[in-house]
C-alpha cells in the first residue's frame, strides 16, 4: 500500500468540498454544547458556537479523516487561522480505531496568523486525561481535529485557511 505524503492536509476556498469534516460536541456525554462547521463566503472553514458546562458539558470539536498519511518526512503542522484569542487543542490520530488522541494546545490572537506545532509535542490523551503512553511518533497520520474545551460558558470562533504539514 503506498501512503499519501504530501504536505497538504486541507485547503480552504470557496467551492471547497467540506464534507469530509463533521462536529462532535459533548453531547456525546450528555453535554448541552453546540458547534458548526461550515464554509464561509470567504472560503474559510469556520468552527464556531458556544460551550456550555450544563450537564456536565464543555466542549466542541472537529474532525477530519483522510488517507492514511505517511508524515515521517516532517516535523511541524501548520494551521493558517483566524481565532478569537481563546485557546484550542489540535488533535492527530494514527488511527481511526484508537481511542486516545495526540494533543498539542495551541493559542489565537485575534488576528490572521500562521501556527507552527511541532509533532513530537503532542501528547497522548484520552476524555481530557494525559494517558501512560509514548508521544505523537510523528509516522502515520489518519485524522485531525481542533477542540475548543475550557471548562466555563462561552462562545468561540476559528477561522481556518489552510492546515499541512512542514
Known amino acids: 500500500m503506498i501512503l499519501d505524503s504530501s504536505p497538504l492536509i486541507f485547503d480552504f476556498n470557496k467551492g ?9 460536541n459533548d453531547g456525546v456525554m450528555g453535554g448541552l454544547s453546540q458547534g458548526t462547521f461550515e464554509l464561509n463566503v470567504a472560503g474559510h472553514g469556520l468552527f464556531k458556537g458556544s460551550i456550555t458546562t450544563e450537564n456536565n458539558g464543555g466542549f466542541s470539536s472537529i474532525r477530519y479523516v483522510f488517507s492514511k498519511k505517511d508524515v515521517s518526512e516532517f516535523t511541524h503542522i501548520v494551521l493558517k487561522v ?20 495526540f494533543i498539542a494546545n495551541f493559542e489565537t490572537t ?33 485524522e485531525i481535529g481542533i477542540l475548543r474545551g475550557n471548562k466555563k460558558d462561552e462562545k468561540f470562533s476559528l477561522e481556518i485557511d489552510s492546515i499541512y504539514l512542514n
Open 16 to 24: 471547497q468540498d467540506i464534507n469530509g469534516w463533521y462536529v462532535v
Open 82 to 101: 483566524k481565532g478569537d484569542g481563546s485557546p484550542y487543542q489540535f488533535r492527530i490520530k494514527e488511527s481511526q480505531r484508537d481511542r486516545h488522541s
Open 110 to 142: 485575534g488576528a490572521w496568523e500562521t501556527i507552527k506545532i511541532p509533532l513530537h509535542s503532542f501528547y497522548p490523551g484520552f476524555r481530557g486525561y494525559k494517558i501512560n503512553i509514548p508521544n505523537y511518533s510523528g509516522l502515520i497520520m489518519k
